[in-house]
């Protein structure tokens, strides 16, 4: 069975431009969540979907948005980019609704804003 | 505010021998704790768990270790293996949460062969 897939694989952009992350769940979950990971730093929180309801927020700007799609593929768009947002996307899917069901990671998308 | 915090960014440590990975937290609501293991080019897979309630839990080389009191946690890896060689993540989870996964910054293992 196929795992989280995340596409672009690399991607490199410019102060100020706009990018659309794209993720694929493990088939049968429902539950999307998107991690950024600055270098040096452990993932953190920018949002989860479940369902194609936004669930939770981390601390992110509002240039930071997302949505699910009824086959529970996710985006993950930011607009205005600045050098900061540099990093490592990941998106994370679950199965079920309770806080504790294990979280499967995609391999990433590389971010780089010049 | 780093509510969990891992204070080695490496560790390096000879095939065969024990590695302990160490990770602090801050955040008392913290009810579930697990480990991530991620490799260069992938994204962090689950190694394993604990909850709140429990001080140990163990599958196969790997055992975690809940101080609650101390709000500390390890990673014991025994014996550790070449292939385990990886940067470890520590997170933790509260239900209020939802699926807000906390980590850490991660620690590097290097186990020499």
């Known amino acids: 069975d196929a795992g989280v897939t995340q596409s672009p694989t690399h991607l490199i952009k410019t102060r100020g431009q706009q990018v659309t992350l794209r993720c694929s769940p493990i088939?049968?979950?429902?539950?999307v969540s998107w991690y950024q990971q600055v270098l040096g730093q452990g993932p953190q929180f920018i949002f989860q979907?479940?369902?194609?309801?936004?669930?939770g927020r981390g601390n992110f700007p509002d240039r930071f948005s997302a949505r699910q799609f009824p086959n529970y593929s996710s985006e993950l768009n930011v607009n205005a980019l600045l050098l900061g947002d540099s990093a490592l996307y990941l998106c994370?899917?679950?199965?079920?609704?309770?806080?504790?069901?294990?979280?499967?990671f995609g391999p990433g998308t590389r971010l780089t804003v010049l | 505010d780093q509510q969990v915090k891992q204070n080695s960014p490496s560790l390096s440590v000879q095939e065969g021998r024990i590695s302990i990975l160490n990770c602090d937290y801050t955040?008392?609501?913290?009810?579930?704790f697990l480990w991530y293991k991620k490799y260069p080019a992938e994204g962090p897979t689950f190694l394993i768990s604990?909850?709140?309630?429990?001080d140990k839990n163990e599958d196969g080389r790997f055992t975690v270790f809940l101080n609650k009191s101390a709000k500390h946690l390890s990673l014991h890896i025994v014996p550790s293996q070449p292939g385990d060689s990886a940067v470890y993540f520590c997170?933790?989870?509260?239900?209020?949460?939802?699926?807000?996964?906390?980590f850490g910054k991660g620690t590097l293992l290097t186990v020499n062969p």
């Open positions: 979907y479940y369902e194609k309801e936004e669930r």
């Open positions: 604990i909850s709140s309630i429990k």
């Open positions: 994370a899917s679950s199965a079920g609704t309770g806080a504790y069901n294990e979280q499967f």
């Open positions: 997170a933790a989870i509260w239900g209020g949460s939802n699926y807000k996964l906390t």
């Open positions: 955040n008392s609501m913290f009810d579930y």
């Open positions: 088939s049968g979950h429902k539950s």
